[in-house]
């Protein structure tokens, strides 16, 4: 079943929403659990204290708290499907030198129905940010979330592509073995674009925007801009107030020379899984990228 917006686009009408009132006051839970422990007011101001190279330390923290907001916001938000199993724990995949060179020297459709045993071992592995299986299709995605691409070449993309398709080749018998006898049918990979740029739908690349579709809830997307901007305001908050305090409290020449002039700072860069009938792994499992919704006229 599809709907059709008011820009005339068909898009799948999901069955789960997500409810902004409802996910709230979790959500400001989320962001002052992941703020207060790395960019408090009182962390804030003691980096101004300790000069530029503290600061900047702290400075630098901004983006790897939004990345794990990210990561965190996406799982919570997935709750609201309660086909989904959400895994974030322990998923060191095994990249093995087989399944390396079988990405990277054939067609998809070569290898896309094969499965490998996880304890083939290996000295490389990934690890993605999340690992999602819809209970009902047995479609699991292997997710890995980035704040930006804009500093990432084509060719770091299409090597994280690959280590992904390779490391999705165990996935089948990962989630049986370890995970309560998870049954997959597929399993996709896609890489999360915060910024919502240089994406690439068939080849596995998906703006946030496309959150409805990954977790079939409608209104994925909204929530997560509202968690960013949650981050976003309480962040500059504790800045605005550790510099307002600093500026306030006696300073040396050389300590105001050029510390805290900025007001404000520009970002830069549990669900629990249910025991499932045992019903053994099936074969073959199709590996591939994750695909775009179906829309009327497919």
């Not at 997935?78 to 087989?98: E, F, H, I």
């Not at 998809?108 to 690992?131: I, W």
């Not at 925007?209 to 209104?219: I, K, M, N, P, R």
């Amino acid at each position: 079943m599809t709907i059709t917006t008011d820009g005339g686009v068909s898009v799948p009408a999901y069955t789960h929403t997500a409810e902004l009132a409802v996910l709230l006051p979790a959500l400001e839970w989320l962001v002052g659990d992941i703020v207060s422990g790395a960019l408090s007011r009182d962390i804030f101001g003691r980096a101004l204290d300790g000069g530029m190279a503290q600061l900047s330390t702290v400075l630098r923290a901004v983006p790897a708290a939004e990345g794990k907001l990210l990561e965190r916001g996406i799982a919570l938000i997935a709750g609201c499907n309660p086909d989904l199993v959400v895994l974030t724990q322990n998923l060191r995949l095994p990249v093995t030198k087989a399944a390396s060179e079988l990405v990277e020297m054939n067609d998809p459709g070569l290898y896309r129905s094969l499965s490998l045993d996880v304890d083939s071992g290996g000295r490389k592995t990934y690890t993605p940010d999340l690992l999602i299986l819809n209970r009902k299709t047995e479609v699991a995605h292997l997710v890995d979330v980035k704040r930006s691409l804009g500093s990432y070449e084509l060719s770091r993309i299409a090597d994280l592509k690959n280590r992904m398709l390779a490391a999705a080749l165990v996935v089948p018998d990962l989630l049986y073995k370890e995970h309560r006898r998870l049954r997959v049918g597929e399993v996709r990979v896609v890489i999360l674009n915060a910024e919502n740029q240089r994406a690439d739908i068939e080849g596995g690349v998906w703006p946030l925007s496309h959150l409805d579709h990954l977790l079939e809830v409608a209104g994925a997307a909204k929530v997560m801009a509202e968690i960013r901007g949650l981050f976003e305001r309480e962040v500059e908050s504790n800045w605005s107030s550790a510099v307002a305090r600093w500026r306030a409290e006696p300073q040396s020449a050389d300590d105001r020379g050029g510390i805290a002039k900025a007001t404000s700072i520009n970002r830069t860069d549990t669900v629990c899984p249910r025991p499932a009938a045992d019903k053994g792994v099936q074969s073959p499992v199709p590996i591939g990228f994750a695909r775009p919704p179906r829309t009327a006229s497919a």
